[in-house]
């Protein structure tokens, strides 16, 4: 008995071991799944952010045509990275309407200007509730709706080139 005892701290060291091992070696699933997904838009009615453009509410989303809603702010690093490629959406055809969170119309318009405006309209949320009702919980991020506003993909982080036919195919079959 007491031999067995001496061998206890090695074997549980050898199962402890054999544990962190398999959870290197495994590749982790780090796939955000979202709760959002096949669920309609929280209602929402936002103000304009810049003067050229209308706000967003969801009833532009229930008009039978899919859309993008990209949730942005000109503050955010990987968003210029994302606006050449929501550029390429936009000659795609593909409407993109936008979320500005936590920013100012000043901010937006200099960010607009200098890296291409690809938004159909783009409304103000200036506390991050409706990018919280969508279950976002930072920018970018990107939510393909369908016709009748029910949120088909939540894409998050930037819109990378790899993803633009991804997104423009679920677009058209969603339309």
Known sequence: MRRALIWL???LFAV?????GFGLLKPADRT???????????AFALAPMVPSKPGLSTAAFKQGKSRLLNVFASWCIP????ARQLARLKQMGITIDAVAIRDTPRDVQDFLSRY??????IGNDPDSSIQLALGSSGVPETF???GQ?????QHIGEIRAEDVDEIAALIRRGA
């Open 79 to 82: 968003c210029i990275a994302e």
């Open 144 to 146: 393909v709706i369908d």
């Open 16 to 20: 402890l071991f054999a544990v962190i």
């Open 149 to 153: 506003g029910r949120i088909l993909l």
């Open 32 to 42: 955000v799944h979202s709760a959002m997904i096949g669920r309609p838009l929280p």
């Open 116 to 121: 291409g405006d690809p938004y159909a309209s």
């Open 9 to 11: 701290p090695l074997g």
